[in-house]
């Protein structure tokens, strides 16, 4: 006999199934009320201080009167919305680093649109990037700023401190892939790193859809966990349908992984062609533009920070920059959490940000 | 105002009535045929499926004036929902027949055995057809076209009727031939005829070859779309077979489940890390890959033959905004390298003017 862990009481069953169904009718007019407005991600206030065409770059508003005297600035990706970092006052890195002392910018990419298809790592990188570090040392007076890559933020953080290392005084890497070619991570393998050239076309995708839609993206994200991020997730959700502010957490959630930019076509190619496929970036061989970028130029302190449990980007991936950089004051800092947790989690809230802070006024 | 929310708060709860009864209704039967398991009816199965309707209906009329954000998420909530029932619904039938199997005297390691088996058989039927019928180049050949129908109407009448001259032509049958090429030029009369004579729109050739080309990379995808449901078909079977795999640990553990919807709790603990045993193979890759590399293949050719439409018509295709968009990114990048430029010569003049001042 298959041992089976227990029969139910018929009647105790459906009443549950009822309970649970009415539960799910008061989720639904719970969330039928809710308007976009409602869902806001963002909270710490902030200015715009530079717009070059659609990307913004925004200073936060400092909660201290003598903030640190060298800026922060944030790198985000391109992937997703770069407000995670802020994403309600309780779950928000700027927020705390704000309250430590650090002055702390960002730039927020936009949403690329079929007119910015063209774009190139070199426009992101050689142009975004290092005008929006120029406005920031022009604005502070100062030769070199701090900056604090996120993901693929923090690999383009690192292709601009190789290319122009006397103007970043320290630098901040979080979740960001390095190695490639680590086999454990699951979305290394969908792009080539086993199998090259039989896996993805990365030129016939973007010559078939021009910038890559975000929802595209995303699905590729779910699939790496199908049942979590798509069942499970949501049959969770119905215990916290009656409780609005854990409910509107996970709608801000929600929303925050459904934003999801369109990436502009030409960025995207090189990025999967040179970075994941090819694994350039180890090897010293990625180009921005006409110039080489060598990690060995990267001599500035180096904080990399990593996730122990990241299923986008396995710690290996990230955790090989301490062979690849040229710095000799290089810390390695992990969190016991997924790569999301990074910027919600209630404990490395308590923690990652003093670390932040501290490492940079050591 | 009041009026409609009286109106909509009344809707709500004769339609929660509605789906409690249903519920409770469909919950009543499913239990009866556990206890009176292995019988032959499938009550659970309506149960998902009344689930289901109802659930529609419900977030057809709830969420009608709702936002983005809230209405996806009520969406999800429903799809996870019936992914919930399918749950149950695959675990009572599987208990069931296993049930069945060991009654006539089989271990249940290999009733599970035999049941997934089974599973597998079922559910790669379909794609097995696909790749049956991927053979039949006619019937291909339709649907292919179906595709176009609305866009290009004359042409796809004809080569409709082309289909059954292509599988004769590609047997050898050069009458067929002659009958196909009568097809296109019927076409060619009802849409772009009287254009003919312009150098460039005539060539029947180009079109033909477009089309040829289109239908191969449609085929291509069709193959590539069955390999990946197969390897699909097989991570979810496995799924379910850890699945039960781990209701019977639990059960050695003393684990309980507590109630209907712990059901869920042993697909919980396995599905994510087979899915990501089976994802990261290099099979999977390399199928996966296939069906990507197709469908762009494939929506590259059907972009081919639709700019020929659009031209016909004096329409912009996407090729020539595209080809637009770049020329203003280029000029875009060459007047920000222009500006910084002058930018630079106007700093340095500027220096140069105080310097000479400064001597002066």
């Not at chain 1, 960025?267 to 350039?280: C, E, G, L, T, V």
């Not at chain 1, 016991?336 to 006024?361: C, E, F, N």
């Not at chain 2, 082309?162 to 090429?181: F, K, Y």
């Amino acid at each position: 006999m298959p041992p089976l862990p227990r029969k139910f009481n018929a009647e105790e069953a459906i009443q549950e199934l009822v309970e649970i169904n009415r539960k799910v009718l008061k989720g639904i007019e719970t969330l039928s009320l809710i308007r976009e407005d409602d869902i806001r991600i963002g909270a710490s206030a902030k200015e715009e201080i530079y717009r070059e065409d659609k990307v913004v770059l925004y200073r936060y508003s400092p909660l201290v009167e003598q903030p640190f005297p060298i800026p922060l600035l944030f790198v985000y990706a391109l992937v997703n919305r770069p407000f995670m970092v802020d994403l309600q006052a309780d779950r928000s890195l700027v927020h705390n680093l704000l309250k430590l002392g650090i002055d702390v910018y960002i730039i927020d990419w936009g949403y690329p649109s079929r007119g910015d298809r063209w774009l190139t790592l070199e426009d992101y990188i050689d142009d975004y990037l290092a005008n929006c570090v120029d406005v920031v040392r022009e604005r502070h007076d100062l030769e070199k700023i701090n900056v604090l890559g996120i993901c693929q933020g923090g690999t383009f953080s690192l292709c601009y401190a190789a290319l122009y290392p006397e103007k970043i005084k320290n630098l901040i890497t979080m979740v960001t892939p390095v190695d490639f070619h680590v086999a454990d991570g699951l979305l290394n393998r969908w792009a080539g790193c086993t199998v090259g050239a039989q896996s993805v076309n990365f030129d016939l995708m973007v010559d078939a859809l021009g910038n890559i839609p975000g929802s595209f993206m995303n699905a590729g994200y779910l699939m790496l966990k199908p049942f979590l991020l798509g069942v499970q997730k949501y049959l969770d959700v119905i215990d916290i349908m009656d409780n609005e502010q854990e409910l509107m957490n996970f709608l801000r959630m929600e929303k925050w992984i459904f934003d999801s930019p369109d990436q502009a076509g030409e960025a995207f190619r090189q990025f999967m062609k040179d970075f994941y496929q090819s694994n350039k970036l180890i090897k010293g061989e990625v180009k921005i533009g006409d110039r080489g970028v060598d990690l060995k130029n990267i001599r500035m302190p180096v904080l990399n920070i990593y996730a122990e449990q990241d299923h986008l980007v396995p710690p290996a991936s990230s955790l090989a920059l301490e062979k690849y950089c040229g710095s000799e004051d290089y810390k390695a800092l992990s969190f016991p959490t997924g790569h999301i947790g990074m910027y919600v989690s209630g404990k490395v809230q308590r923690d990652l940000p003093p670390a932040i802070a501290s490492w940079l006024k050591r | 105002m009041e009026e409609n929310f009286k109106d909509w708060t009344d809707q709500v709860e004769a339609i929660a009535k509605a789906w409690s009864d249903a519920q409770k209704a469909i919950g009543e039967k499913w239990f009866e045929f556990l206890r009176a398991a292995p019988l032959a009816s499938e009550p659970q199965r309506e149960m998902s499926e009344k689930w289901s309707k109802l659930a529609q209906e419900g977030i057809a009329a709830w969420t009608a004036s709702s936002e983005a954000t809230a209405k996806g998420t009520a969406q999800r909530l429903l799809a996870g929902q019936e992914a919930w029932m399918k749950t149950v619904e695959l675990a009572t039938q599987a208990w069931k027949a296993i049930v069945s199997k060991m009654e006539s005297g089989e271990q249940w390691q290999s009733a599970l055995n035999h049941y997934m088996d089974d599973v597998r058989r079922q559910s790669l039927q379909s794609p097995e057809k696909l790749f049956k019928s991927a053979q039949d180049v006619g019937e291909l050949w339709q649907l292919y076209l179906q595709e176009f129908q609305k866009l290009v109407q004359p042409w796809v009448k004809g080569l409709q009727q082309a289909e059954a001259q292509v599988g004769r032509a590609a047997t050898g049958d050069g009458s067929a031939l002659l009958e196909l090429s009568r097809l296109y030029w019927d076409s060619i009369d009802q849409s772009v005829g009287r254009l003919l004579q312009s150098p460039g729109l005539g060539s029947t050739r180009e079109l033909s070859d477009k089309f040829a080309k289109g239908f191969a990379a449609w085929q291509d995808l069709r193959e590539a779309s069955v390999a990946y449901q197969v390897m699909l078909v097989e991570a979810a079977t496995r799924v379910l077979e850890q699945a039960f795999k781990e209701m019977s640990s639990m059960a050695e553990r003393g684990e309980k489940i507590q109630s209907v919807r712990q059901w869920v709790l042993p697909l919980e603990r396995v599905a994510d890390p087979v899915f990501a045993e089976i994802f990261s193979s290099d099979e999977f890759v390399r199928v996966q890959g296939r069906l990507l590399n197709a469908s762009m293949a494939y929506s590259i050719r059907q972009r081919e033959i639709v700019e020929q439409f659009l031209k016909i018509s004096d329409i912009p295709t996407r090729s020539e905004v595209d080809e637009i968009h770049h020329t203003l990114y280029a000029q875009r990048k060459e007047i920000k390298a222009l500006k910084k430029a002058l930018a630079e010569c106007t700093a340095k003049i500027n220096r140069m003017t105080k310097n000479r001042r400064s001597k002066v």
